[in-house]
């Protein structure tokens, strides 16, 4: 890990249009520079670089970022490349971090050993072009798909020869246990002559699939003719995973820029096809449904996602699991959206039947999340009698109870009461029977309250907790204000430091922007989920270090400024400027703290509704998990 104090000097020391410069065509103008942006097409300049403060901002597509970004966003470098790049200019040698030599030693290998696969994999990749280029047949069928070369080479498209190993003629080894390891040849049988290899991919168009920087991480093959399955996809491997990874994301970076939106289909062919018609900002899942963590990567680079499906009962379905993955991020500064095509088309033959301006009415025409929310939960539903109004009621309260609170929410909860014929307050009522009261609420960001008696349970029923009962007299005692007592000059000054365990972990993240790395999805979406400007710095941070990396404060300082952010976040966060940095540990332990009252409001839901079977298991599964996180030094974990 590099310090960011490292970081911060090395900032200091280089010039930015300099290194812009090598890349762009820069003229003076006053006292900025101007060019053509290098990220999106342009014919007027739109693309300023500051001298002063040392950053560069494009006001046609909004990219901006300081010198390293540049690097990352340009040449496609990580992080740690664009600062050894940087370093080595102006002749700084960069830092060791402070891991263990163990822990070093460790990351080394894991490193080298991805890094091994992905060369595997690209060369893989590059022979399967080089197979493309003299293949008829295959060249035939992309034409007819109507496919351009330009287009194919865009997305590195290639052929799988028919053969069992092809690959025996790109590869020194054929036996190397890493073609293998990398998905590319499958092994059958123990060590010896009788084992048997041979290629995974035969007779197939090849779909490299790169991650965000670039590196080939694994193919999808789509088969030329009639044949079963119709697309094969690469195996889990340490550098892919489906539930993680998205194919064109890469290829689709400059469009999401230039559209403000991605546009999320489900085949690889809908992907290439839409960008050969010029929407440069499609991209697919790998074969598998939509998952949570495909829609938070696609947020770090947009704020508006809208999902294609065919018209057809999968699709259907599709869009089912797309809209359970997109709740618990569809922030009120979000937007989620459904396309459904006709039964007979998807977006490769819409685009291609009917061209790009019928399918850009299609996107125009998408529904809204709160609209197919309703639809999904009342699909099926009679609500002209009232079983059916409680049937469309029961579907969407757990969707509904996924949104993260907002006014999206609360909106979507007086749509619901009034298709149901019910009073706004009363649904809401119902939906919190045996919950805190709205001024008991456990607030997300971690604020505590006065504690109540658990959940008890008896004969394997659980029973919501028995509130105190207070008197009406009731009346304070003890001298609260003493009789001429001078008022508290400190009233209304701004704090200096935090009071809730949301604002200490995002101050603490601010400072040390690298640790975001270290916590778990399952942290990232925690914080996330984070309610009102807590979920909004989070999404901004998390947004920003994918494009920059990790950075100091006095980068994210300029960098929220820019993004009209700074004033809210001192205001809820003080000085932090002139705060010390905090160990990993605690931002941990505040973690747990926030888990905690997460946890508790689930069991406390749970308690309210007699829970049986396997809701009766999840609640002691849930009760465990608040043991084990109240332990001294536990683990961190959800």
Request: negative net charge; charged residues 25%.
């Amino acid at each position: 890990m590099i310090p960011p104090g490292f970081i911060q000097d090395l900032l200091s020391r280089v010039d930015i249009v300099e290194v812009v410069g090598r890349h762009v065509e820069l003229k003076k103008a006053g006292i900025n520079h101007k060019g053509l942006c290098p990220f999106h097409g342009e014919k007027s300049p739109s693309f300023i670089v500051s001298p002063t403060r040392q950053t560069y901002h494009c006001f046609g597509c909004g990219v901006h970022g300081n010198a390293v970004g540049f690097l990352m966003e340009h040449s496609g470098l990580g992080f740690v490349e664009a600062v050894q790049d940087l370093a080595q200019q102006t002749g700084m040698q960069v830092p060791e971090d402070e891991r263990s030599s163990e822990e070093r030693e460790r990351a080394a290998q894991q490193k080298q050993r991805q890094a091994t696969l992905t060369e595997v994999l690209l060369r893989a990749s590059d022979h399967y072009r080089a197979q493309l280029k003299k293949t008829s047949r295959a060249i035939d069928y992309l034409k007819k798909r109507g496919l351009t070369g330009q287009i194919a080479a865009q997305f590195a498209l290639g052929y799988a020869p028919e053969g069992w190993r092809s690959l025996a003629s790109a590869f020194p080894s054929y036996d190397d246990p890493l073609l293998t390891e990398s998905g590319m040849v499958i092994t059958q049988g123990e060590e010896g002559e009788e084992q048997k290899r041979y290629d995974r991919f035969r007779d197939r168009i090849m779909f490299p699939i790169r991650n965000v920087q670039g590196e080939t991480i694994g193919f999808g093959g789509r088969v030329l003719d009639k044949g079963e399955p119709k697309y094969l996809n690469s195996p889990e491997t340490p550098v892919f995973s489906k539930g993680r990874e998205l194919y064109g994301l890469y290829e689709a970076r400059q469009g999401l820029r230039q559209r403000g939106y991605a546009l999320v289909v489900e085949g690889y062919m809908d992907v290439v096809a839409l960008a050969q018609h010029g929407f440069n900002n499609a991209v697919a899942t790998l074969g598998t449904a939509c998952t949570a963590e495909h829609v938070l990567k696609l947020f770090r680079f947009t704020e508006s996602v809208i999902f294609s499906f065919d018209g057809d009962a999968a699709g259907r379905r599709a869009a089912g699991r797309a809209l359970e993955a997109a709740l618990p991020h569809a922030t009120d500064v979000r937007s989620v959206k459904f396309l459904f095509l006709p039964t007979e088309h998807d977006p490769d033959s819409y685009v291609r039947d009917l061209g790009a301006d019928a399918f850009e009415r299609c996107i125009a025409e998408a529904i809204p999340l709160s609209r197919q929310l309703m639809e999904v939960a009342g699909e099926g539903c009679d609500l002209s009698s009232a079983e059916g109004r409680a049937r469309m009621l029961a579907t969407a309260r757990p969707l509904w109870q996924t949104l993260p609170q907002g006014l999206l929410k609360r909106q979507l909860l007086g749509d619901l009461a009034r298709r149901a014929q019910l009073p706004d307050q009363e649904l809401m009522g119902l939906w919190q029977v045996g919950g805190p009261a709205p001024q008991e609420q456990p607030h997300a960001d971690g604020r505590e309250h006065p504690p109540e008696e658990a959940p008890s349970t008896h004969g394997g029923e659980a029973r919501p907790a028995k509130k105190k009962e207070w008197k009406k007299d009731w009346k304070p005692s003890g001298n609260w204000k003493r009789k001429g007592e001078p008022d508290d000059e400190t009233i209304g000054t701004p704090r200096s430091a935090p009071n809730v365990p949301a604002d200490h972990a995002l101050r603490m993240l601010l400072l040390n922007s690298a640790w975001w790395e270290r916590l778990s999805p399952d942290d990232h979406q925690l914080l996330h989920q984070l309610p009102g400007i807590h979920g909004e710095l989070i999404n901004w941070l998390d947004r920003h270090l994918l494009n920059h990396g990790h950075c100091a404060w006095s980068v994210l300082e300029a960098a929220l400024a820019e993004d009209g952010l700074l004033e809210r976040a001192k205001r809820l966060l003080g000085g932090l400027h002139s705060e010390d940095e905090s160990e990993f540990e605690g931002l941990q332990n505040l973690l747990k703290k926030l888990w905690i009252v997460q946890l508790e409001a689930e069991t406390t839901r749970i308690a309210a509704s007699n829970p049986q079977g396997e809701a009766f298991e999840r609640y002691k599964r849930l009760l465990a998990q608040i043991r084990t996180l109240k332990l001294p030094n536990s683990a961190q974990n959800s």
